[in-house]
Structure formats: C-alpha cells, structure tokens
C-alpha cells in the first residue's frame, strides 16, 4: 500500500524517516521519526562513551532537565567513572608524596 509523505521534503534523506502506522479507520499512515543523536562523550577522552546518559539531538538535550544530562557524582555528565578515579588517585599520591619529602626533609635537619 502507498503512501504520501505529510510533509513538504519528499525525499528519502536521512532527516525525513518515517515509521507506518495502522489508524484506527484502518488506513496506512506515517509519522515523522526523529534522528537519533550521537552519544555523549567524556570531556577529556573524545572516544569514551559516557553511560547513563540519553543519545539525544543537541536542542532536545538544552531543554531537558538538568538531572536527565548528567550521573549523580561529582563530574557526573562530564567525566567517565574511571578517569575520576584516576583523578582522585593522582591526587591522593601527589599529596602522599608531599607529606613523605616533608618527613624526610625533617629527618635530614635532626640528623
């Protein structure tokens, strides 16, 4: 069964999908079918995907809520969940390392 595109582009382009669908009168009708966005990726490394979060087009993600854009954390919509950890490392050990010369520094000036 035919059936006429309801909107004004005619062409089979990437932005004029359809999906069929049966009305209640029994007739073959179509509606337009949104294009899907690209996943959200992490602030630092481009290729990770970040999870938990929606594959939305960029206007539809503006004018969605803010808990819908982002993972309960800190750097929640922004930083995968193991590069923060990695963060959180490299800090407690740059911090680790300073206490340990001050310590030795200490040892050296009673010595």
């Known amino acids: 069964q035919r059936v006429a595109y309801r909107r ?19 007739r073959l009708s179509t509606i337009h079918r949104a294009k899907i966005g690209s996943a959200p990726r992490a602030m630092l490394q481009t290729t990770q995907k970040l999870g938990g979060l ?9 004018t969605s809520s803010r808990l819908s854009r982002r993972v309960s954390r800190a750097y929640g919509g922004a930083l995968t969940a193991t590069a923060l950890k990695d963060r959180i490392m490299r800090a407690f050990i740059y911090n680790e390392v300073k206490v340990v010369k001050k310590v030795l520094s200490e040892e050296e000036a009673k010595a």
């Open 8 to 26: 004004k582009n005619t062409y089979n382009t990437k932005s004029n999908k359809f999906r069929f669908i049966k009305t209640p009168g029994g």
């Open 54 to 62: 929606k594959r939305v087009r960029p206007a539809v993600n503006k």
